[in-house]
């Protein structure tokens, strides 16, 4: 409790737990460890937004998904009570020797910075409308994106839908989305973080990692002086403030930049007992990757904190799946990557597309939505360069049932024809399945993606792995020449966090649409619908970095800062990329070279680390799995880790469908 009797998020985590209460803290919702909350009293608005929502179909459906995860986590404690019998020597070993072996790996010579704006729609918001810097405000109508600090002192945050957030805040002024005003602000931003790391990596909208030990060699440059400085920068030049965290790697960067918000940043140093203090006490859903029903199942085994791992590390594997296990010891000795590098560099394993409607059943307009959407993938496939193997269909039913159909057509498809023709006859056996069926939802999705690029020849002269001589060729799985993405799964966890963070944005449409049926303030129809599909995008549309060298007009980005403000460099290149960790180093022939020596040892290092400690077995599959993420019925819907692998995508029971059929034979 805090002084003011008052009970803080954690505090009534504890609370909710030992009652068995854990709808009132499920229904929190998506944001209860957002900065800007500490004087919250949570109980209180659990109490607000529980009986807001009792009796709505969202709160049913919750209810429903709570109870389900329930059952599951008792399960997963039968399990344990099944492994705490058994001898589990060769597991703790295997444990130790995994432990040891990331150890060996720890890398302490980086400099990794996260940074994010503070309140960033609301910000961008208040500089054209300044008199809203002093009121409780908010972005986003039926569910609200982000609120300013005035606000979240009442308890309003994102994914809170907006007739809650206006019972905890009466006078709170909810503004609509202006993504494009964002996006533009975006790019700003990112327009400093280039002159600070080239390679910088957006993450969403508001937020990315830099590597910056380059530019503090470069500048002798203490980091934490560095970061203040491209805070102020930031602040000056975009009138918006940002937040840093400064860490050995990403993982505890990401974490340390909301330790200081807004307008502060937070340093965890370079040393091995300063990161696993830090990591000791720090409750698992801080951890990018930890969602809130991953967070459930890891309490009810007794893992509050990542320090609690440390005790159950022979059980983790059997509990939760391999990766599960190597996540969450990387987790306990906040270990996590260094290198960081353009969005678009990561490789994409799909490109889709979705829109929401009002209830449509019309067979006519639902084949007049699927055309417009297949010619919206087309743009999207031709901007990113791929055609797809796999085509998926998605509905969502009138009921927020979401139904996923897959084929994979004779040939790689790019073309809205083709997109078209092939995903027709999936709405149309859906359509057979269930009469009268009502739609509020549309997507088409590929994967198993082939790229449409035309090959290229890098820098060592070495052909590109894309097309050859134009015509399409399969992606091959990228594996860095370091290998380090073998080595931190981190990313398909934060992948699965954020898509647990979508999913419960989404369900809370439902409960402000039900609420505007009672007649409260409605949104228009049309804002409704712009709003979810503005929201779709968020995290998604990561623009290409900023080209260094260029300046334009209006920019002063440029690799390098010239020594005088009228120099606009020429468009050479001012620098090399390293073959091994791919950053661009000087051009002189004695860094470059030494730079490849420190590249080469550390690979050195990273391989007889691997050769010595012997690797854990193969992966096994989980022995508790099975997210049903497209579904909103599902036990494991909005699970915050990756799921394991499915034997087969074969038709489930209702309520967890994922079907798959084939063109012909359908
Ligand atoms: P965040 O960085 O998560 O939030 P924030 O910048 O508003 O606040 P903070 O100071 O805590 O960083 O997200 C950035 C923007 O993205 C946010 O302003 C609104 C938008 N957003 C969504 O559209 N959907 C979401 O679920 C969230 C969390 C944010
Ligand atoms: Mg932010």
């Not at 300044?130 to 609120?147: D, F, N, R, Y």
């Not at 910088?200 to 990692?209: L, Q, T, V």
């Amino acid at each position: 409790m805090t002084t003011n009797g008052q009970s803080t998020s954690s505090e009534f985590r504890e609370a909710v737990v030992s009652d068995h209460d854990t709808l009132k803290y499920h229904l929190l919702g998506p944001s209860l460890t957002k900065a800007g909350q500490d004087t919250v009293d949570q109980q209180k608005v659990s109490e607000i937004i529980y009986n807001a929502s009792k009796g709505s179909k969202y709160f049913n459906n919750e209810e429903y998904k709570d109870k389900n995860l329930t059952q599951k986590i008792e399960k997963i404690l039968a399990r344990k009570r099944q492994l705490e019998r058994v001898d589990l020597a060769s597991d703790l070993r295997r444990a130790d020797e995994y432990i040891a072996e990331l150890e060996l790996s720890r890398d302490l010579s980086q400099t990794v910075v996260h940074i994010d704006c503070d309140a960033f729609y609301a910000a961008v918001e208040e500089l054209d409308r300044p008199e809203l810097k002093h009121v409780p405000m908010a972005v986003g109508k039926g569910v609200l994106t982000t609120c300013n600090y005035h606000a979240r002192k009442f308890g309003c945050r994102s994914g809170m839908a907006g007739f809650v957030a206006m019972k905890l805040c009466p006078d709170l002024i909810c503004l609509p989305l202006n993504f494009e005003k964002y996006t533009a602000k975006a790019q700003e931003v990112r327009e400093i973080l280039v002159e600070y790391d080239p390679r910088f990596e957006s993450a969403s909208i508001d937020e990315a990692y830099l590597n910056i030990t380059q530019y503090c060699e470069e500048k002798h440059m203490d980091p934490e002086d560095a970061v203040s400085q491209l805070r102020d920068e930031v602040a000056e030049r975009t009138k918006i403030t940002i937040s840093a965290g400064i860490a050995a790697n990403a993982k505890i960067a990401k974490i340390a930049s909301n330790r200081n918000k807004p307008n502060g940043q937070f340093k965890v140093a370079n040393d091995r007992t300063t990161i696993l203090a830090f990591m000791r006490d720090l409750p698992t859903r801080k951890v990018n990757g930890v969602g809130r029903v991953f967070e459930r199942e890891l309490d009810a085994v007794g893992v509050k904190t990542c320090g609690d791992l440390y005790s159950q590390r022979a059980y983790l594997s059997k509990l939760f799946g391999e990766k599960a296990f190597q996540f969450l010891m990387q987790c306990h000795l906040g270990l996590g990557r260094t290198k960081v590098q353009p969005a678009e560099e990561y490789e994409r394993k799909s490109v889709g597309t979705e829109s929401t409607f009002h209830d449509m059943s019309d067979k006519t307009e639902l084949r007049e939505k699927l055309r417009w959407i297949a010619e919206e993938l087309e743009k999207d496939l031709t901007r990113t360069q791929f055609k797809g193997r796999t085509l998926v269909l998605k509905v969502k039913l009138h009921t927020y049932e979401v139904l996923t159909r897959q084929v994979v057509p004779p040939k790689a498809v790019r073309t809205a024809d083709d997109l078209y023709t092939y995903s027709l006859p999936m709405l149309a056996k859906h359509e057979k399945e269930i009469p009268g069926m009502k739609l509020r939802l549309m997507g088409l999705r590929c994967t198993h993606l082939v790229s449409t690029k035309k090959s290229g020849i890098d820098f060592f002269g070495m052909r590109q792995p894309s097309a050859v001589d134009g015509e399409p060729s399969l992606i091959n799985t990228k594996v860095d020449n370091d290998g380090e993405w073998e080595i931190w799964p981190e990313a398909e966890f934060e992948e699965a966090a954020r898509q647990e963070r979508q999913d419960e944005m989404n369900e809370l449409e439902q409960l402000s649409q039900e609420q505007d049926m009672n007649g409260s303030e409605p949104l228009t129809a049309e804002e409704q619908l712009e709003e979810a599909n503005r929201r779709h995008k968020h995290g998604r549309e990561i623009l290409p970095n900023p080209d260094p060298t260029y300046r334009g007009p209006n920019s002063s980005v440029g690799f390098q800062k010239p020594a005088t403000n009228h120099v606009a460099p020429a468009k050479e290149e001012p620098f090399w990329p390293c073959p091994i960790c791919a950053r661009p180093q000087s051009t002189n022939d004695k860094d470059f070279n030494d730079h490849i020596d420190f590249c080469l040892s550390k690979q050195t290092i990273k391989e007889a680390a691997r050769d010595t400690s012997p690797s854990p077995p193969a992966l096994e599959k989980p022995v508790l799995d099975g997210r049903g993420k497209e579904n909103g019925h599902s036990s494991g819907n909005g699970r915050g880790r990756p799921k394991g692998k499915r034997k087969s995508e074969a038709v489930g029971e209702r309520g967890n469908k994922r079907l798959f059929f084939g063109v012909q034979g359908a």
